[in-house]
């Protein structure tokens, strides 16, 4: 938390109950949705007060920007997968948070969004931690 | 159709079926989805070929990110919203394409996303026309 422009910031609770912490990039911190059956991350920038995109200044938002180019990249490379979805919705936790998920056209939830499609199944701990390391080490 | 980068670029013909065309901007076609539940704009890049964001190059990218703000503009002057929503998800339709969508808290979907979320409803044909010119006022 060095960089000034992160005072105040903290993450909703209730991201934080359903996430893994991957990294601190620029702007964002990279969280792995604790859902195994979709590779899943959700990147919030670390700027207090933030609910819509256009909450960000332009510089912030091109930051922002590569940042979800980096997860694309990130995503891909834990396997094979037909779509990259990329969602803001911010309607149940408002805190400016921008979904990057990769979708496999054989996942249970194919074509449907992510979002409302069924329970999260939680990562098992050694899962979780080979699929943190698996993304870290794709960074 | 006067810029050569367009050659190639068509609609798929899903959106050209659920939409009403909005205006063309610099790089996306505007575009009105047809469901008077949710004011709710689809920027689709006028280039042949893209599915993934990231199959833009970094300065189209960054147009397209200027155009979503100002889409998220135009929504807000469309009446008041509690959140927009902004999406790229092509599971269905894979032409790249970006829902911003306008949400308030007594819509019928809210705190759903609007994919998936029942039937559209479509405007009549004054309302749509309506909905069309204020919009295009809003530029």
Redesign the interface.
């Known amino acids: 938390m060095s960089d000034p422009g992160e005072q105040g910031f903290a993450l909703d609770p209730r991201l934080t109950a359903d996430t893994a912490f991957v990294a601190d990039w620029e702007l964002s911190r990279v969280l792995l949705m604790d859902d195994a059956r979709f590779p899943w991350l959700i990147l919030v920038p670390r700027r207090a007060g933030l609910?819509?995109?256009?909450d960000l200044a332009p510089d912030q938002?091109?930051c922002l920007?590569g940042e979800?180019?980096r997860a694309?990249?990130m995503l891909r490379k834990t396997g094979s997968c037909d779509?990259?979805?990329?969602?803001?919705?911010?309607?149940?936790v408002?805190q400016l948070h921008v979904h990057v998920v990769a979708?496999r056209a054989d996942d249970g939830a194919?074509?449907?969004?992510v979002?409302?499609a069924g329970n999260p199944v939680r990562y098992g701990q050694a899962e979780r931690e080979r699929m943190l390391e698996h993304l870290r080490r794709s960074e």
Do not use: F, H, S, T
Request: net charge positive; charged share 20%; glycine share 10%.
């Open positions: 609910a819509e995109l256009d938002q091109a920007l979800i180019n694309m990249a779509k990259l979805n990329i969602g803001a919705l911010g309607n149940v408002r979708r194919w074509p449907r969004p979002w409302g």
